[in-house]
């Protein structure tokens, strides 16, 4: 006999079975399909949706409530514009917001349940901003799937908004501070009617009154127990659901046994009651979680300082007529006017007008960049002076902030080894603690029954370990916010960890050392060709490349060679085709491979040691000498100084002319310098100094840098270095301020020494205080401002690396 589908109301196939508990009654469905909307819907506890229905609807797109069609919104390719990445055909990236995280703990079972999921390359969250990273394969799961498995587990999770996270962040300061209120209000209430009944009970308070301050005491505590603790029994029971024993674990036990115990007593009128220490420790758990959560605010404030750089509005102009429009309208190609003191709403090229903007934000510089036609425009800075009219290039996600501000999340939620080291000790502390607790009732109530409760309530409570999990994402958070104030952008999470224990740095010449600015100084031809045809050719050549010396070359001509099959060789040159003849520019060997010949004698090669030379050669001949110059930086030699007290060895690798690498070595004091070194030249010499023993830092801007950027243990790209080098790099210095580079080391370090603190006093503070707690000597309210204690001391120890 057949019966209606409980979701859709049509007919059940004889024999088929397709139940879901809905309410605590079995319901049978029609089919798969049912079957599994109407379990997502108990599963996101939406259940009101049958209870409350007025009729089964027959339309397929009605069976689904608002709140399971609310996530499928976000599949829209056209939503997915405004804040989903596509790295591949499939693949995409996206930043989220969750709500609901309240310690580390969380963050580990979020991560652990999410990353189960099939198509799920990547998923890390930030727990001081609560900011996550989710990268995933959209051809096997989409989205809302992802979405939907994170509120399976009690959270929310939706694309990131900077305003929206602002909101939520004040929304949990004031739910905090409303639990907080709760709490505190019914501890002073509770607190007093204890005083009284200590007092009576060295006096001659009777048996009723006794009782009817009891029953006082039970009305107060309860609002604190069922609103103020609720957070902890919500967290706990998500945990334990997972089969995870989580932070709030021994906390919940211990506030719901106490006051569980004290309903007992108050009903019978015997036995002790505990609602003084059940108010007073979750008073005091709640005001240190809301501390922690001020200063974890606090050490993510850098990166969110860097989301609200962007306007809201910005002026386009089309056909001289001024239009004001959201940011998120403007397209690549449209014209902007920015007036001064307004911010450049997103990246291009100043098409008119001079002015100077204020990058300080950005790259930890804080005298203004003067601006000219020509020049780029960041989104993000300032416009100090005049109005400039800009042309958009880069938009939205593509801009260089937006680079900057995922570079910075991803260094954030990537963990580092002690992280990962700190998650395991603490995963296995409970247990422990809930076996050591047991153990500390069952010997004291053998000895003194009526202390073995409170005693290993004092257990339960002062042994969480969310110290141990704070203390190194504190740090993390609050050094690479540092660094990034000063423009030193952290893009891995080892970055920092590793860079503490350098002791070699590697350095490129050109563009790091240097400024980089290139400027031809000698042109000499070499054959029959002219002069202007030379140029032509050679400007035309280095049109595909973006080193240094290229830019530098493209400007001796207006009107460039056009070229075929033009292809650079990393650390040689560039080779190409032009009207049927083989042309190559670049060093000397390079380009006698394709002439067949030496050079003549009669070439004029420069006696300038502090001068670079390359040459331009067709398959007919040589056709022309090249000299080039570059300022080095001011600093450079101050940085060369500042890195060796440190410690540091110092080396310059460069694939510029050995005689010139050599001539800048002396100049900077740099005991080690190797020219005329390829890619492969460069790598073999870091793996030479890596096998033994050295710990090498790379410091380069050039695209024959990736590689060595890529071997190295920790590696820095200059800020205006090419793509590749950045992609490669594990930190960029944006401000192209070499001092930030011992500065970085150095914070590096005391963030080492800071971990190791935060670990040392959580280690400390748990062989000091179990003891004491078992012992009998630390009450339960003592314990509740020990745990908090602990937590506070941590985040606040690591948030003097912002000092």
């Given at each position: 006999?057949?019966?209606?589908c409980?979701?859709?109301?049509?007919?059940?196939?004889?024999?088929?079975?397709?139940?879901?508990k809905?309410?605590?009654?079995?319901?049978?469905?029609?089919?798969t399909?049912?079957?599994?909307?109407?379990?997502?819907i108990?599963?996101?506890?939406?259940?009101?949706?049958?209870r409350?229905?007025?009729?089964?609807?027959?339309?397929?797109?009605?069976?689904?409530?608002?709140a399971?069609?609310?996530?499928?919104?976000?599949?829209?390719?056209?939503?997915?514009?405004?804040?989903?990445?596509?790295?591949?055909?499939?693949?995409?990236?996206?930043?989220?917001?969750?709500?609901?995280?309240?310690?580390?703990?969380c963050?580990?079972?979020?991560e652990?349940?999410?990353?189960?999921?099939?198509?799920?390359?990547?998923?890390?969250?930030?727990?001081?901003?609560?900011r996550?990273?989710?990268?995933?394969?959209?051809?096997?799961?989409?989205?809302?799937?992802?979405?939907?498995?994170?509120?399976?587990?009690?959270?929310?999770?939706?694309?990131?908004?900077?305003?929206?996270?602002?909101?939520l962040?004040?929304?949990?300061?004031?739910?905090?501070?409303?639990?907080i209120?709760?709490?505190?209000?019914?501890?002073?209430?509770?607190?007093?009617?204890?005083?009284?009944?200590?007092?009576?009970?060295?006096?001659?308070?009777?048996?009723e009154?006794?009782?009817?301050?009891?029953?006082?005491?039970?009305?107060?505590?309860?609002?604190?127990?069922?609103?103020?603790?609720?957070?902890?029994?919500?967290?706990?029971?998500?945990?334990?659901?997972?089969?995870?024993?989580?932070?709030?674990?021994?906390?919940?036990?211990?506030?719901?046994?106490?006051f569980?115990?004290?309903?007992?007593?108050?009903?019978?009128?015997?036995?002790?009651?505990?609602?003084?220490?059940?108010?007073?420790?979750?008073?005091?758990?709640?005001?240190?979680?809301?501390?922690?959560?001020?200063?974890?605010?606090?050490?993510?404030?850098?990166?969110?300082?860097?989301?609200?750089?962007?306007?809201?509005?910005?002026?386009?102009?089309?056909?001289?007529?001024?239009?004001?429009?959201?940011?998120?309208?403007?397209?690549?190609?449209?014209?902007?006017?920015?007036?001064?003191?307004?911010?450049?709403?997103?990246?291009?090229?100043?098409?008119d007008?001079?002015?100077?903007?204020?990058?300080?934000?950005?790259?930890?510089?804080?005298?203004?960049?003067?601006?000219?036609?020509?020049?780029?425009?960041?989104g993000?800075?300032?416009?100090?002076?005049?109005?400039?009219?800009?042309?958009?290039?880069?938009?939205?996600?593509?801009?260089?902030?937006?680079?900057?501000?995922?570079?910075?999340?991803?260094a954030?939620?990537?963990?580092?080894?002690?992280?990962?080291?700190?998650?395991?000790?603490?995963?296995?502390?409970?247990?422990?603690?809930?076996?050591?607790?047991?153990?500390?009732?069952?010997w004291?109530?053998?000895?003194?029954?009526?202390?073995?409760?409170?005693?290993?309530?004092?257990?339960?409570?002062?042994?969480?370990?969310?110290?141990?999990?704070?203390?190194?994402?504190?740090?993390?958070?609050?050094?690479?916010?540092?660094?990034?104030?000063?423009?030193?952008?952290t893009?891995?999470?080892?970055?920092?960890?590793?860079?503490?224990?350098?002791?070699?740095?590697?350095?490129?010449?050109?563009?790091?050392?240097?400024?980089?600015?290139?400027?031809?100084?000698?042109?000499?031809?070499?054959?029959?060709?002219?002069?202007?045809?030379?140029?032509?050719?050679?400007?035309?050549?280095?049109?595909?490349?973006?080193?240094?010396?290229?830019?530098?070359?493209?400007?001796?001509?207006?009107?460039?060679?056009?070229?075929?099959?033009?292809?650079?060789?990393?650390?040689?040159?560039?080779?190409?085709i032009?009207?049927?003849?083989?042309?190559?520019?670049?060093?000397?060997?390079?380009?006698?491979?394709?002439?067949?010949?030496?050079?003549?004698?009669?070439?004029?090669?420069?006696?300038?040691?502090?001068?670079?030379?390359?040459?331009?050669?067709?398959?007919?001949?040589?056709l022309?000498?090249?000299?080039?110059a570059?300022?080095?930086?001011?600093?450079?030699?101050?940085?060369?100084?500042?890195?060796?007290?440190?410690?540091?060895?110092?080396?310059?690798?460069?694939?510029?002319?050995?005689?010139?690498?050599?001539?800048?070595?002396?100049?900077?004091?740099i005991?080690?310098?190797?020219?005329?070194?390829?890619?492969?030249?460069?790598l073999?010499?870091?793996?030479?100094?890596?096998?033994?023993?050295?710990?090498?830092?790379m410091?380069?801007?050039?695209?024959?840098?990736a590689?060595?950027?890529a071997?190295?243990?920790?590696?820095?790209?200059?800020?205006?270095?090419?793509?590749?080098?950045?992609?490669?790099?594990?930190?960029?210095?944006?401000?192209?301020?070499?001092?930030?580079?011992?500065?970085?080391?150095?914070?590096?370090?005391?963030?080492?020494?800071?971990?190791?603190?935060?670990?040392?006093?959580?280690?400390?503070?748990?062989?000091?205080?179990?003891?004491?707690?078992?012992?009998?000597?630390?009450?339960?309210?003592?314990?509740?401002i020990?745990?908090?204690?602990?937590?506070?001391?941590?985040?606040?120890?690591?948030?003097?690396?912002?000092?």
């Amino acid at each position: 006999m057949s019966s209606d589908c409980f979701h859709c109301g049509q007919p059940v196939p004889v024999g088929a079975h397709y139940a879901v508990k809905i309410e605590d009654q079995t319901r049978e469905m029609c089919c798969t399909g049912c079957q599994a909307v109407a379990q997502a819907i108990v599963e996101n506890n939406l259940t009101d949706y049958y209870r409350f229905r007025t009729e089964i609807s027959g339309k397929a797109e009605d069976l689904v409530p608002d709140a399971l069609r609310q996530l499928q919104v976000y599949d829209s390719v056209e939503l997915q514009k405004s804040f989903v990445r596509g790295t591949d055909a499939t693949i995409r990236e996206a930043s989220l917001i969750l709500e609901g995280i309240v310690c580390a703990a969380c963050v580990w079972l979020n991560e652990n349940h999410i990353k189960r999921l099939p198509g799920i390359l990547e998923f890390r969250i930030n727990y001081s901003t609560h900011r996550a990273t989710l990268k995933w394969d959209n051809s096997i799961i989409h989205l809302s799937d992802v979405l939907k498995a994170v509120s399976e587990i009690g959270y929310h999770a939706h694309p990131f908004d900077p305003g929206r996270l602002e909101s939520l962040q004040k929304k949990e300061k004031s739910a905090a501070l409303r639990r907080i209120a709760i709490a505190g209000l019914g501890m002073m209430q509770v607190m007093m009617i204890a005083v009284a009944m200590y007092i009576g009970a060295v006096s001659d308070m009777d048996t009723e009154m006794r009782g009817f301050l009891r029953w006082i005491s039970l009305v107060m505590t309860t609002p604190v127990v069922f609103y103020s603790a609720r957070v902890f029994f919500t967290s706990a029971w998500r945990d334990l659901r997972r089969g995870r024993f989580g932070m709030d674990v021994p906390v919940s036990l211990a506030i719901g046994i106490a006051f569980s115990a004290s309903v007992w007593a108050t009903l019978t009128n015997g036995g002790e009651v505990y609602f003084d220490s059940v108010t007073m420790f979750t008073f005091f758990l709640l005001s240190g979680r809301y501390l922690e959560m001020a200063a974890r605010h606090k050490a993510g404030q850098v990166a969110e300082e860097l989301v609200r750089l962007m306007p809201a509005t910005a002026t386009r102009v089309r056909d001289g007529v001024q239009e004001v429009i959201p940011v998120s309208q403007l397209e690549r190609g449209d014209y902007v006017l920015i007036k001064p003191g307004e911010v450049v709403p997103a990246d291009g090229l100043v098409i008119d007008g001079t002015s100077s903007t204020n990058e300080s934000l950005l790259t930890g510089e804080s005298l203004p960049c003067q601006k000219h036609t020509g020049d780029t425009l960041v989104g993000g800075t300032v416009n100090i002076e005049s109005p400039l009219t800009m042309q958009v290039e880069k938009v939205g996600d593509n801009t260089v902030l937006a680079s900057i501000i995922r570079l910075l999340e991803r260094a954030q939620a990537e963990k580092p080894e002690l992280a990962r080291l700190a998650e395991k000790v603490a995963s296995r502390f409970v247990p422990i603690i809930l076996v050591t607790a047991t153990a500390v009732f069952a010997w004291w109530y053998q000895h003194a029954p009526d202390e073995a409760f409170w005693i290993a309530l004092s257990v339960l409570v002062i042994t969480c370990p969310c110290a141990f999990s704070l203390a190194t994402p504190a740090a993390l958070t609050a050094a690479t916010g540092l660094l990034t104030s000063k423009g030193v952008l952290t893009t891995r999470g080892h970055a920092l960890e590793t860079l503490a224990r350098i002791n070699h740095m590697i350095f490129d010449k050109t563009g790091t050392l240097s400024y980089g600015h290139l400027e031809v100084t000698d042109f000499k031809t070499l054959g029959n060709a002219t002069g202007s045809f030379c140029k032509h050719v050679a400007a035309g050549l280095e049109s595909a490349s973006e080193h240094p010396v290229a830019r530098a070359v493209t400007k001796l001509s207006d009107n460039p060679a056009s070229f075929t099959n033009l292809t650079a060789e990393s650390g040689r040159g560039v080779k190409g085709i032009y009207q049927q003849k083989r042309y190559r520019i670049g060093t000397e060997a390079f380009v006698r491979e394709l002439v067949g010949v030496a050079l003549p004698e009669n070439s004029g090669q420069s006696a300038h040691s502090e001068r670079s030379e390359i040459f331009l050669g067709s398959e007919e001949g040589w056709l022309a000498r090249i000299g080039l110059a570059d300022e080095l930086r001011k600093d450079a030699a101050n940085v060369i100084q500042e890195l060796r007290a440190l410690g540091i060895d110092v080396t310059l690798l460069s694939g510029d002319a050995p005689a010139l690498v050599e001539h800048v070595a002396q100049q900077l004091a740099i005991p080690h310098a190797l020219g005329g070194q390829l890619p492969d030249g460069k790598l073999t010499y870091l793996k030479q100094q890596q096998a033994q023993g050295a710990v090498v830092a790379m410091v380069g801007d050039g695209v024959n840098d990736a590689p060595v950027l890529a071997g190295a243990q920790v590696s820095i790209a200059m800020g205006s270095g090419s793509q590749l080098a950045q992609a490669s790099a594990d930190m960029v210095l944006l401000s192209e301020n070499l001092h930030q580079l011992p500065f970085a080391v150095k914070t590096a370090r005391r963030m080492q020494i800071i971990i190791k603190q935060n670990f040392a006093w959580t280690i400390l503070y748990n062989l000091i205080a179990i003891p004491l707690a078992a012992s009998g000597v630390i009450a339960p309210w003592m314990a509740a401002i020990g745990m908090s204690a602990s937590s506070l001391v941590v985040v606040l120890n690591a948030l003097r690396l912002k000092n």
